[in-house]
C-alpha cells in the first residue's frame, strides 16, 4: 500500500512539473507567429504576395532565432514543408501524424496539443491551422506570380493546396529538461 502511495506522489509530482513548461512553451507562440504573420502582411502591402514569399524565405528562419531564447528552441514544421530546412524529426512527424488523424475526426485544429519529455528534452507542438493569409501562398489556387515566387525560392516545395482550417503544420518547441532541475 505505501509503495502504491510513493507511486502515486511520484507520478503526480511528474506531471504537475511538466505543466509550467506546457504552459510556458505555449506562451512562446503568440508573439513568434504574430511577428511571422506581421512580416508577411507588411511584404504584401509593400509588394504584394510574390514579396511575401520573398520575405518569408529570408527573414522567417531569423525570427525563429530571435524567438528561440532563455530555454526554448522555437520553430514551424509540417508533414508538407514549403522549406526542407523546416522537415519533421521522427517525433515530429508521430505528432503530425496524430494531429492528422485528430483532426480527421473531428477535432477542431486550434484544440490540438502534445507535449512530452523526449531523450532529455521537453517537447511541445501546437498545430497550425489554415487561414485566410495563408491560402494566398498555401492554397488550392495560387496566382502565377506567387507560383513563380515560390518556385524560385522553395524549388522543393511540397506546401500548396490546402483549404481554409485543415491542418498546415504545427508551432514545434523544445528545451533541455536538466536546465529546471539544477
Given at each position: 500500500?505505501?509503495?502504491?502511495?510513493?507511486?502515486?506522489?511520484?507520478?503526480?509530482?511528474?506531471?504537475?512539473a511538466?505543466?509550467?513548461?506546457?504552459?510556458?512553451?505555449?506562451?512562446?507562440?503568440?508573439?513568434?507567429?504574430e511577428?511571422?504573420?506581421?512580416?508577411?502582411?507588411?511584404a504584401?502591402?509593400?509588394?504584394?504576395?510574390?514579396?511575401a514569399?520573398?520575405?518569408?524565405?529570408?527573414?522567417?528562419?531569423?525570427?525563429?532565432?530571435?524567438?528561440s531564447?532563455?530555454?526554448?528552441?522555437?520553430?514551424?514544421?509540417s508533414?508538407?514543408?514549403r522549406?526542407?530546412?523546416n522537415?519533421?524529426?521522427?517525433?515530429?512527424?508521430?505528432?503530425l501524424?496524430?494531429?492528422?488523424?485528430?483532426?480527421?475526426?473531428?477535432?477542431p485544429?486550434?484544440?490540438?496539443?502534445?507535449?512530452?519529455?523526449?531523450?532529455?528534452?521537453?517537447?511541445?507542438?501546437?498545430?497550425?491551422?489554415?487561414?485566410?493569409?495563408?491560402?494566398?501562398?498555401?492554397?488550392?489556387?495560387?496566382?502565377?506570380?506567387?507560383?513563380?515566387?515560390?518556385?524560385?525560392?522553395?524549388?522543393?516545395?511540397?506546401?500548396?493546396?490546402?483549404?481554409?482550417?485543415?491542418?498546415?503544420?504545427?508551432f514545434?518547441?523544445?528545451r533541455?529538461?536538466?536546465?529546471?532541475t539544477?
Open positions: 500500500m505505501r509503495t502504491l502511495l510513493l507511486a502515486a506522489l511520484l507520478t503526480s509530482d511528474t506531471l504537475y511538466a505543466t509550467p513548461w506546457q504552459e510556458d512553451a505555449a506562451k512562446q507562440i503568440p508573439a513568434f507567429a511577428q511571422l504573420l506581421g512580416t508577411v502582411r507588411q504584401i502591402a509593400d509588394g504584394g504576395p510574390g514579396a514569399v520573398q520575405a518569408c524565405h529570408a527573414l522567417a528562419p531569423q525570427i525563429a532565432s530571435e524567438h531564447r532563455q530555454a526554448w528552441q522555437i520553430g514551424r514544421t508533414l508538407k514543408v522549406n526542407p530546412d522537415a519533421p524529426d521522427a517525433w515530429e512527424r508521430r505528432v501524424h496524430d494531429f492528422a488523424a485528430a483532426a480527421a475526426s473531428g477535432t485544429v486550434a484544440q490540438l496539443r502534445h507535449a512530452e519529455e523526449v531523450d532529455g528534452q521537453y517537447r511541445y507542438m501546437q498545430a497550425i491551422a489554415v487561414g485566410e493569409p495563408c491560402l494566398a501562398c498555401h492554397g488550392a489556387t495560387i496566382r502565377t506570380e506567387v507560383e513563380n515566387a515560390i518556385d524560385q525560392y522553395y524549388p522543393h516545395d511540397q506546401a500548396r493546396g490546402y483549404q481554409l482550417g485543415e491542418l498546415r503544420g504545427a514545434t518547441l523544445s533541455p529538461i536538466a536546465q529546471d539544477q
